[in-house]
C-alpha cells in the first residue's frame, strides 16, 4: 500500500475530484488547506519577497494499491498541470499498515 501526496492549486481540486471518483475501486481523498511558497523558476534573481510570498495551496492525499499508483499519480499530473511554473508537486510513500477506525479492518 502506498500513501500518494500532492499539492496543487486550489482552483484544480474540483476537476481532481471528478476524475478521481471515475476510477474503479479509488476509494477516498483527504484534503487539507494551507499556504505555501516555491523558490523562484530562475534562482539568479531570487528576491527575498519571492520567497515569503504565500498563496493559497491543497494537499491532497490518498491510499492506494501498489498496483493504482501509476494510475493515480497520471490522474493528477494531467488534471492539476496548468503549463505555468509552480503548479505543484506529487509524491508517493510507503505504508506499512492502515486500519480503518470503526472495526480495526485492514485497508
Given at each position: 500500500m502506498?500513501?500518494i501526496?500532492?499539492?496543487?492549486?486550489?482552483?484544480?481540486?474540483?476537476?481532481?475530484?471528478?476524475?478521481?471518483?471515475?476510477?474503479?475501486?479509488f476509494?477516498?481523498?483527504?484534503?487539507?488547506r494551507?499556504?505555501g511558497?516555491?523558490?523562484p523558476?530562475?534562482?539568479?534573481?531570487?528576491?527575498?519577497?519571492?520567497?515569503?510570498?504565500?498563496?493559497?495551496?491543497i494537499?491532497?492525499?490518498?491510499?492506494?494499491?501498489?498496483?493504482?499508483?501509476?494510475?493515480?499519480?497520471?490522474?493528477?499530473?494531467?488534471e492539476?498541470?496548468?503549463?505555468?511554473?509552480?503548479?505543484?508537486?506529487?509524491w508517493?510513500?510507503?505504508?506499512?499498515?492502515?486500519?480503518?477506525?470503526?472495526?480495526?479492518?485492514?485497508l
Open positions: 502506498k500513501e501526496r500532492a499539492i496543487i492549486r486550489p482552483s484544480r481540486l474540483n476537476q481532481l475530484r471528478n476524475a478521481l471518483h471515475d476510477i474503479h475501486d476509494f477516498s481523498l483527504g484534503v487539507c494551507g499556504e511558497f516555491s523558490a523558476i530562475s534562482r539568479h534573481q531570487t528576491l527575498r519577497e519571492e520567497l515569503t510570498d504565500f498563496t493559497d495551496k494537499l491532497v492525499t490518498a491510499l492506494v494499491a501498489d498496483d493504482m499508483v501509476d494510475t493515480i499519480v497520471d490522474v493528477i499530473v494531467r492539476c498541470q496548468t503549463g505555468m511554473p509552480h503548479d505543484g508537486v506529487v508517493v510513500v510507503s505504508v506499512e499498515a492502515a486500519y480503518r477506525i470503526h472495526d480495526k479492518g485492514t
